[in-house]
């Protein structure tokens, strides 16, 4: 065989190898599984992450139950009623940056993302794999959540599909902003080790002022002021609107559900977050060059 025609065999063969490869977003969800197979794995940190909101709607409701309704233009609910937004806000905000951030930090500190980066995977496929993990997830916890409320606490439901249409979009914007917010804000802690307290700290603190833990009535004006810059004020306050009468609209800062603005501020984040993260995401720790 002439040394054309062998070059012309190994062009033809290389370019049909090439038409075959899986392409990204079939890649990214092989990814996927493969990022939900290890998070199976990891049974203690996903009972923690699936238990702690629907923990914490007990412990509230339990302590306050009944004999503290929350009051809003005569109308009364009860505490787990009430509550049950800002914990389904969490779990959002838990599933998507808290999750993302800390296993992306990890992943580079002991040299997953070296490795991934020197294989043919495509990087949008890497990080599709990772929404769609908090994708599964949150909804998995969402739905759970919601089913303890409704059967453990009479929690009532939306009836109507306005409502469930409300919640489909604030779920949406919030999974999509704290997903990519968690990949953008995983090049902040330095090492695996310090992931934990550096991502979780935040969280935490926001979870006190925007309104999750405590009637937003109970708060001070320039605490809620300064919650409003974070997305995790907007969903519990997207998904107040969804699971409380109309009348508590009244006890919000503004005076009403504020629709437009929760959209606005999420869709936000979600440009901000994706154009920071794709300037400063690092595949090696930050003393690896």
């Known amino acids: 065989m002439s040394t054309a025609a062998a070059t012309s065999t190994t062009a033809r063969t290389a370019a049909s190898t090439a038409r075959r490869l899986p392409g990204t977003i079939r890649l990214g969800l092989v990814r996927g599984g493969v990022e939900l197979v290890q998070f199976l794995r990891e049974r203690d940190s996903m009972v923690f992450g699936f238990a702690y909101p629907i923990i914490m709607l007990a412990i509230f409701s339990t302590v ?23 914990m389904v806000a969490t779990g959002v905000m838990l599933s998507t940056y808290q999750t993302l951030a800390m296993s992306i930090a990890v992943e580079r500190d002991d040299g997953t993302l070296k490795r991934l980066r020197a294989t043919p995977l495509p990087a949008t496929s890497y990080f599709l794999g990772k929404v769609f993990l908090s994708l599964v997830t949150v909804l998995a916890q969402t739905a759970l959540l919601l089913a303890v409320a409704a059967l453990a606490f009479d929690v009532p439901l939306p009836e109507d599909a306005a409502h469930w249409i409300t919640f489909a979009w604030v779920f949406v914007l919030g999974t999509a902003a704290g997903a990519v917010c968690g990949v953008a804000y995983s090049s902040v802690p330095r090492s695996g080790r310090s992931a934990s307290a550096v991502v979780v700290t935040p969280l ?67 440009v901000v977050a994706l154009v920071v993260g794709t300037r400063t995401f690092r595949w090696r720790r930050h003393d690896d060059g």
Not at 66 to 73: A, L, T, W
């Open 204 to 270: 935490l603190v926001l979870q006190f002022t925007s309104g999750v833990f405590f009637p937003v009535t109970q708060l001070p004006g320039w605490m809620l002021d300064l919650s409003s810059i974070f997305p995790l004020k907007w969903i519990a306050q997207g998904m107040r609107s969804v699971f409380l009468p109309e009348a508590f609209a009244a006890a919000e800062p503004a005076g009403s559900w504020q629709h437009g603005a929760t959209a606005a501020v999420l869709a936000a984040w979600l």
């Open 64 to 86: 306050f139950g009944d004999d503290d309704p929350i009051v809003s233009e005569g109308v009364t609910v009860g505490f787990a009623q009430y509550f049950l937004p800002g």
